[in-house]
Every structure is written in structure tokens, then in C-alpha cells.
């Protein structure tokens, strides 16, 4: 496509949200550019799902995102659902399956995802500027002048679809909220979010044993709580409820953590004495968990107690509380380089939650993960990612 001209709407940010909107938009008739500095499309979705890329969840709604606006993701995911993505993924004929809790993914490569929403924005008229940096943008009147190091664009609308901090090293910058900072829009601060949790150095000199080491469990973060796995690292605990708990963990906030969520281990443990066990704690706590770990919690909480028949009630009843309301102050999270997402982003009380424009400057809009909307693990930030490109690509 020439450069040096004018065009309806530029989209920087070859993503999933960018793609989403710039075929949206160019359906309509709307001239589109969509630029990237990255030479391929989609570098999220590609490693995304272990490579198959969860690319909705059938139960997203409003109450599966975190922002400091909860209402604003409303309006959008109810305009375009994840039955809407399921049907253009079928209209491509993807073979896709439902792993758990209404997570779908590609039965093969992520690429196939890629390679659908390129299709969809070739189909419609989209042009690409892949391997474009931007280096300047201005609003001179009602047109914004983008330039670039391919040359420089005029346009009405501009929309800012370059994500989040995390996984630096797929291209991941803090363009988008310097453009809105030019702009004079507030970025709620940021954080890296599905994130494994770092522990303290005293715990984790006794949990680095435990690498490897995969429970099912609760994990509670600010009253929020998540049934699933979590996995033991040599840096702390990771494992989906782990990630899931991060999106609401705030520096020097404790995580709970419940062992034992289909068993009452109170009534466990006093049963085990009336009965009479001989044996020691770490044997009965095997019968529960993976040996490593019942060695691990027996040593740290319960290592001054005699056998299971030779406890007084208090002190088995204390254990059973701490398995099942373990309390960690983690020291941290991993970080953007791990992270899946980044929570925080352009304050969503200053953009329409119908557009995704900008109430401050007419024609700026901005949408997927650079703004304050941040999903739970499962396929949720892909769903915001079309439901909030679809929205703009509808208005710009």
C-alpha cells in the first residue's frame, strides 16, 4: 500500500484485538492499516495454550474480568460472544475441543487462529505494514498523523491495539500507554498478573524439594477463590489456581491456601486418633498427598507432635486448620516474563464502553489488553481481545 496518504483508520498492533477490529472496520467499507513492528502477526496467540491457543471460554462474562470500572466490559462481550468467535472458527473448518471448565482450544497448531484472522483481514481489504515501526503521532485537527519508518500515514481514526507488558520477549512494550499518556489519559498502574507467585526465602529453602510436585487445592486471594492445581517451582507455586489467584494479589497480601478442599481435616485427623493410628504424621498426611509433600508439611508444621494416637485434640485440630487455611505472604511474582498478562492499563472511565474511544480525544480509540480489562486464565483475555476489537472496528 502507498505510504504519504490518507486513510480511515490506522490500527497499531497486529494482535488478536488489532486483527479483530481492522477486518471489523474494513468490512464496513472503512479503508484500514494495520502495523506492527513485529514481521508476523499474532506472536501472543501463536505461544498461547501450550501452542494451541485457548482462544475463548463459553461461560466469559462480565464477572471473570478485573478492573478498576467493573461494569465497563459488559456492553462489548455482549455484542460479540464467544459464539460468535466459535462460529468463525467452524466457518474455517479448525478442529477445536474443550479441555475443562469451558475452555476451548485448537486441536492443533495456534497458527490456525493466526492464519484465520489473517484470511479475515485479506478478505475484507486490510492493508499490512508488518516490520513498521512507529515513530511519532500527532493530532493536527480532526486527523492524526502517524509516522512511521515506512512512511507516514494521515487518518481519522486511530487505534491503539499493542497489549500489555508481559512476555517482553515477544515483542511486548509500553507503547500503547505512553500514546496515551500523550494524550492525557490516566493509566491505572500496572502489574503482571496469571503470574507464578515467588515465596519467601525462609519457605522456600523447605518447598524447593517440592519442584515438580502438582495438588489439587483452593487458593483465596481479597475473598476470591479458585478450585484447581497448583504446582510447586523452584521459585515458589505456579499451577492454574496459583495463576488465577495472582490477578487479585496485591504486594504483602496473603495468599490461603486449603489442602484438602473435598475433606473436613478436623474430622479426618480426630477419626485417625479415636481409632487408635500408630502412625506418624507424615504416613497419615501420605494418604492425602504425594509423599514429598506430606514430609515437607509434616516437618514444617507438625514436627514437635508424636504419633497420630499420642496427640492431644488441640494440636491435631491446629494442623487440620492449617491444612486447610495455609497462609503465604508472598515475596512477589515472577514478573512480566512469565507473566501471561498485564493487569492495570488505560483507565477505562475515560473510554466509551460502547466504541472504545477515547472521551478525551475524538477518534483515538483503544482496545484489547493495553487497557484496564483483565480476564482470568481460561480463554477470557482472548474473548476481550475480539469483543473489544469487534466494538471499535464497528464504530471507527
Not at 474480568?65 to 468463525?88: G, Q, W
Amino acid at each position: 500500500m502507498p505510504t504519504n496518504t490518507s486513510i480511515d483508520a490506522v490500527i497499531i498492533g497486529a494482535g488478536g484485538a488489532g486483527m479483530m477490529c481492522a477486518q471489523t472496520a474494513a468490512r464496513r467499507g472503512r479503508s484500514v492499516v494495520l502495523i506492527d513492528h513485529a514481521h508476523s502477526f499474532g506472536a501472543k496467540i501463536l505461544i498461547s495454550g501450550g501452542g494451541r491457543c485457548n482462544f475463548t471460554n463459553t461461560g466469559a462474562g462480565p464477572k471473570n474480568y478485573v478492573s478498576h470500572n467493573p461494569h465497563f466490559c459488559k456492553s462489548a462481550l455482549s455484542r460479540f460472544t464467544p459464539e460468535d468467535f466459535i462460529a468463525m472458527v467452524q466457518r474455517h473448518k479448525i478442529p477445536y475441543h474443550e479441555k475443562k471448565l469451558g475452555q476451548l482450544f485448537c486441536d492443533g497448531s495456534a497458527q490456525a487462529i493466526i492464519d484465520m484472522l489473517v484470511a479475515e483481514c485479506r478478505d475484507a481489504g486490510v492493508h499490512f505494514a508488518l516490520g513498521t515501526c512507529v515513530n511519532s503521532i500527532q493530532k493536527d485537527g480532526d486527523v492524526f498523523q502517524v509516522a512511521t519508518s515506512r512512511g507516514n500515514w494521515t487518518c481519522q481514526s486511530l487505534v491503539i491495539a499493542t497489549g500489555g507488558l508481559s512476555i517482553p520477549k515477544i515483542g511486548a512494550t509500553g507503547f500503547g500507554y505512553e500514546i496515551a499518556q500523550q494524550f492525557g489519559h490516566r493509566i491505572i498502574p500496572t502489574a503482571a498478573a496469571l503470574d507464578g507467585f515467588v515465596l519467601p526465602a525462609a519457605l522456600l529453602k523447605r518447598t524447593s524439594a517440592l519442584s515438580g510436585i502438582s495438588i489439587d487445592c483452593i487458593v483465596t486471594c481479597h475473598d476470591t477463590s479458585f478450585r484447581e492445581n497448583i504446582l510447586f517451582t523452584h521459585k515458589g507455586i505456579s499451577g492454574p489456581a496459583a495463576l488465577q489467584a495472582s490477578l487479585y494479589w496485591k504486594p504483602n497480601t496473603t495468599i490461603v491456601i486449603n489442602t484438602l478442599p473435598d475433606t473436613s481435616a478436623k474430622e479426618w485427623l480426630l477419626k485417625k486418633k479415636a481409632n487408635g493410628s500408630g502412625a506418624e504424621i507424615h504416613t497419615v498426611l501420605k494418604e492425602k498427598f504425594p509423599d514429598r509433600f506430606a514430609v515437607f508439611f509434616a516437618d514444617t508444621y507438625a514436627s514437635q507432635l508424636p504419633r497420630v494416637a499420642q496427640c492431644a485434640d488441640k494440636d491435631l485440630i491446629q494442623l487440620a486448620e492449617k491444612l486447610q487455611h495455609w497462609e503465604i505472604v508472598p515475596s512477589g511474582t515472577v514478573g512480566y516474563s512469565k507473566a501471561e498478562v498485564t493487569r492495570g492499563g488505560v483507565d477505562t472511565n475515560e473510554l466509551s464502553s460502547k466504541t472504545m474511544e477515547s472521551r478525551l480525544v475524538h477518534g483515538l480509540y483503544f482496545i484489547g489488553e493495553v487497557m484496564d480489562v483483565t480476564g482470568w486464565l481460561g480463554g477470557y483475555n482472548f474473548q476481550w481481545a475480539w469483543a473489544s476489537g469487534f466494538a471499535a472496528g464497528e464504530s471507527v
